[in-house]
């Protein structure tokens, strides 16, 4: 079908696409759940924040699944550095995320406040602590991690858990906060009642603040931070050599890929622009446009970091050689081409399945219909 470089590449982008659907979708959902004990103010108005989400926060972790399984058949070896690395920070991810269902659906069960109050802060906690790790873990890749592959290429990481909270990676956890709490206000602002909806376009103007400066501040500490480039590498066209290329460090080489492609300077322009235009837009209530334009802005974050790193996925700070690109850390030809063939059927079945649900759920959710069905909604 294709070329095995232009396969690489088609695989980078449907990976990225992946993860920017998950954080659009499942990022609405989380920011919903982390500002659940703040926007609402009492039990009522609490169920209806969930049951905002109630209708989608489950199939929304399809795009997760399809991610994470993407990146295990077209990249194994990244998928098995991150995840072996990045073992107790992903395990508090997972734990995290256990909380989310189970408050859901065991919540409302008890008509105790002390019970829900209890299941309202896990969903908080399930919902905040997945975001956080995800950013402090964009801002590790730029820091480079500390693993080695030798010549059985066996991978050894010398990292500590506590190293990842580097001062940097913690200012890109609060890009990634920011970003699901905005998406998540515009998505009460549009699906909640007016008594919650009308609190949404505050909480929204913060959120812009801190990811405007967060961002901002993330783009300039990138000038001073070393950076990796990739001089020489074998014929990208061959069976990947994890070990066959070199890589040197040069400080604030992380911008170089908008002197090279000039073009890529229209996404951290554009998603400042997004925020901006979202944050507008809430305030003049118009929530429909606001949460396009937010989505945007996440698919333009996403994208900046990405081609920032291009074409490193998991850069090494023990051995540069040991870092993984697109071009050495994926499978073989054909296993790409006829994983092309599958994602050619099931994007679009994804795609229309999730856009049946929100068409077919589209409605405001009111205390009026949250008390009329007090023992069957959350």
């Keep these: 079908m294709f070329d095995y470089e232009t396969l690489k590449l088609i695989w980078w982008l449907l990976i990225g696409f992946l993860f920017i659907g998950f954080a659009i979708t499942d990022g609405m959902d989380m920011g919903v759940g982390t500002l659940l004990p703040f926007i609402a103010k009492n039990d009522t108005q609490r169920r209806v924040v969930i049951n905002s989400i109630g209708p989608h926060w489950d199939g929304n972790q399809v795009w997760f699944i399809t991610a994470a399984a993407s990146l295990f058949a077209a990249w ?59 950013g402090i873990a964009i801002g590790n890749l730029f820091l480079g991690a500390p693993f080695v592959f030798d010549q059985f290429l066996r991978v050894t990481y010398s990292g500590s858990f506590f190293a990842l909270f580097h001062p940097f990676a913690l200012l890109c956890a609060v890009v990634s906060l920011a970003m699901i709490v905005m998406q998540g206000a515009i998505w009460l602002q549009l699906r909640a009642d007016y008594v919650i909806a009308d609190r949404a376009p505050k909480i929204v103007t913060v959120a812009c603040v801190f990811l405007l400066l967060a961002f901002g501040a993330a783009g300039l500490w990138l000038t001073q931070l070393d950076g990796y480039l990739l001089s020489a590498i074998s014929d990208i066209n061959a069976q990947p050599d994890l070990l066959n290329k070199t890589v040197i460090k040069v400080q604030g080489s992380w911008l170089n890929n908008y002197s090279v492609m000039p073009w890529t300077i229209a996404l951290p322009i554009a998603a400042v ?14 929530a429909g446009w606001a949460i396009l334009c937010s989505s945007l802005m996440l698919a333009s974050i996403i994208s900046t970091a990405a081609f920032s790193l291009f074409p490193f996925i998991l850069p090494s700070s023990s051995a540069l050689s040991s870092s993984l690109t697109i071009w050495d850390a994926v499978s073989s030809e054909k296993t790409l081409n006829i994983m092309l063939i599958v994602v050619a059927i099931f994007i679009p079945l994804i795609l229309a399945y999730t856009s049946w649900c929100y068409v077919k759920m589209w409605r405001r959710v009111t205390i009026a219909e949250i008390t009329a069905n007090s023992h069957s909604a959350y």
């Design 76 to 134: 194994p070896p990244v998928y098995g550095t991150a995840f072996s690395s990045f073992y107790f920070a992903m395990m508090l991810v997972l734990f995290a995320l256990f909380l989310r269902p189970v408050g859901f659906d065991y919540r409302s069960k008890i008509d105790d406040p002390t019970w829900r109050n209890n299941w309202d802060w896990a969903i908080f906690v399930g919902s905040s602590v997945p975001p956080v790790v995800f």
């Design 273 to 286: 622009l997004f925020c901006l235009l979202a944050t507008t837009l809430s305030r003049v209530h118009k």
